[in-house]
């Protein structure tokens, strides 16, 4: 089946800096969203980006298809930006998910 | 902004024991799911459920495991006869009525097998 690699597994940062992260993926796929995972366990849908670019706020993710990868752009860090992001791409229905980046934001 | 509910938040049960988490989708969403947790992993495909009938499934959904949408409001996930590995986070989520949408989760309830 389809793999999808998150990298890095971990980041710790300085509240301030910013930071990518980066999903790559085996095989075509017909969309691939973000999420965020909170520390209480909440995952977020950040984007929705089948390909191109989107932005919101302090947040952006680019998705080039075509070389079967995507970025999410993290930028101004703070503490309630901690917890895993979750990259997961849809096929035949159903989303498959990256084992996720780990992000600690420190103060 | 509409969201979807689960309950209960946690539930402890005892090995053989059946169980039924339950979940409130967003009310014009037509795709349903279910994804479980497992503490430290990541998160898997259990099954989705589309104009009253499973759509897809996968290998961890088993016969041990059903999904019902008893009412226009209220969509289910039973595990017949719980095992000490059901021990998980498990996620409903729903999405708009068209296919590979954007999935909107639910908080998750959080399933103990003693």
């Known amino acids: 089946g389809i793999q999808v690699e998150q990298s890095p597994p971990d980041l710790i940062l300085q509240e301030g800096a910013n930071s990518t992260l980066r999903c790559n993926f085996s095989?075509?796929?017909?969309?691939l969203q973000w999420f965020h995972q909170n520390p209480w366990g909440q995952l977020i849908n950040l984007f929705y980006?089948?390909?191109g670019t989107k932005q919101n706020g302090r947040l952006s993710a680019t998705t080039v298809a075509t070389e079967r990868y995507s970025l999410l752009y993290i930028s101004s860090s703070q503490t309630t930006d901690s917890g895993v992001y979750f990259c997961?791409?849809?096929?035949?229905?159903?989303?498959?998910f990256g084992q996720g980046t780990e992000l600690s934001v420190k103060p | 902004e509409p969201e979807v509910t689960q309950t209960p938040s946690h539930q402890v049960t005892q090995m053989g024991q059946e169980v039924i988490l339950r979940c409130v989708p967003i009310?014009?969403?037509?795709?349903f799911y279910w994804y479980r947790q497992i503490l430290g992993q990541k998160v898997e495909f259990l099954v989705s459920?589309?104009?009253?009938?499973?759509?897809?499934k996968s290998e961890i959904f088993d016969d041990q495991f059903s999904v019902e949408r008893p009412d226009g409001s209220n969509f289910t996930l039973k595990i017949r006869s719980t095992k000490l590995e059901d021990s998980a986070m498990y996620f409903c989520?729903?999405?708009?009525?068209?296919?590979?949408?954007?999935?909107?989760f639910g908080s998750g309830t959080q399933l103990s097998v003693l």
């Open positions: 459920f589309y104009n009253n009938e499973i759509s897809e």
């Open positions: 095989d075509s796929v017909n969309n």
């Open positions: 980006i089948p390909s």
């Open positions: 997961a791409v849809e096929r035949g229905g159903k989303l498959i």
């Open positions: 989520a729903s999405s708009p009525p068209v296919r590979g949408g954007k999935l909107f």
């Open positions: 009310s014009n969403h037509l795709y």
